[in-house]
């Protein structure tokens, strides 16, 4: 089987530092790049983040580059834990990997215009706002021949948001990107709360991952000991979830998810900004929204490949 060329555009964030370490550790995918943009912190932290992981996890061949460093048209906003900022060295320790120098949206319009030639489209893996996305879409609209799909962490229908009542984080911070990537014609699969609250994270299962995965996974069980994301009154039960790394484990095993077609779109303006909305009986659809996850059996996988790649680094 074909490796599947994937590029992974993130704004790390804990659950963003799962997603990448997935990443880097699996055989079935080639990761071109990890490209960075400004969301749950601001560009330089989430960039100087995304250097340290790659260093622990000993992926130093994969290059990391920086991208937009706000939104393309509303003010900047961050996540709710922006004061984490650059993960601390006693966390994540101080090893880091030197940034590429070509920015983000060019590396992106470069690989994508590459595959295109070669008739091999890459994947576009999306766990923060869209905005570098967006701007190689929007400056370069021919590269979407080169983009097989996104696979997007963002929105909320039936759940309520999590940055706001109305919105989710990722789409909240930059609504005129996802507004362009929804539009773009290039096939979407959408990981919105609906979703990714489903599978929680209890104080055992961290334990598991710090015990089992090595330094990756000793790191993202500090991280995730430090910034715990457990919300009784919310989930009712035990736990927390991790978004991101759900984009990476459904390129993994499809089959722990389940989706429906829709066509999607985004509110950009007014009050209820970042509002995502569906329409599940269109007859052209262009997304698959996911809808289920198997919990034990995402858990497992997060916990396994983490792990996982502890062993290859060895």
Known sequence: ????????????GVDDAAAIFMALGAPEIDLLGITVVAGNVPLGAGLENA????????RRDVPVLAGVERPLLRDQVYGRYAAIGAFSERLV???SVTPASEHAVSFIVRQARAAARAGRPLTLCAIGPLSNIA?????????????????????????LGHRT????FNIYADPHAAQIVFGAGVPLVLFPLD??????????????????????????AALMDEHDRSDMAR??????????PMTIAWLLEPGLFAGRPATVG???GGATSGHTFADFNDDSPRATVMTDVDEPGYIALVTDRIAALEEETQ
């Open 51 to 58: 250097c340290r992981l790659v260093a622990l996890a000993g």
């Open 165 to 168: 009542p109305w919105a989710e």
């Open 93 to 95: 320790g101080a090893d």
């Open 266 to 268: 985004v509110q950009v």
């Open 235 to 244: 989930y009712g039960r035990p736990g927390g979830p991790l978004h991101d």
């Open 1 to 12: 089987m074909s490796r599947q060329r994937v590029i992974l555009d993130t704004d790390p």
């Open 195 to 220: 979703v990714t609250m489903q599978a929680l994270f209890t104080p055992a299962d961290v334990v598991r991952i710090g015990a089992t995965g090595g330094a990756p996974g000793r790191a993202l």
């Open 135 to 159: 701007m190689a879409l929007r400056l370069h609209p021919e590269v979407a021949e080169g983009i097989a799909r996104v696979v997007c962490m963002g929105g909320a229908f039936t759940a």
